[in-house]
């Protein structure tokens, strides 16, 4: 084959790979239950849940912390 042929061909194959990425990020999911505030609020809870923390301890104010020598 030519050298024109194979840089076509591979071309080619760069711009269909790329729509094809492209058209993974672009598009919406199709999913029609996650556009649902509840959908979402759950979406959202399960994070908060593992990271949450303890409700009950206040950590705003902080405390300096010490090295331990």
């Known amino acids: 084959m ?3 042929v194979v840089m076509a061909l591979s ?6 790979v790329v729509l094809t990425i492209a058209s993974f990020v672009v598009t919406p999911d ?4 996650a556009s ?3 959908a979402t609020e759950n979406h959202r809870q399960k994070p ?6 303890d409700p009950d301890r206040d950590v705003r104010g902080g405390q ?3 090295p331990r020598w």
């Open 11 to 16: 071309a080619g194959a760069l711009v269909v």
């Open 64 to 66: 300096e912390m010490k």
């Open 2 to 4: 030519s050298r024109a």
């Open 48 to 53: 908060h849940d593992f990271l949450g923390g």
């Open 30 to 33: 199709s999913e029609p239950a």
């Open 36 to 38: 649902t505030p509840a």
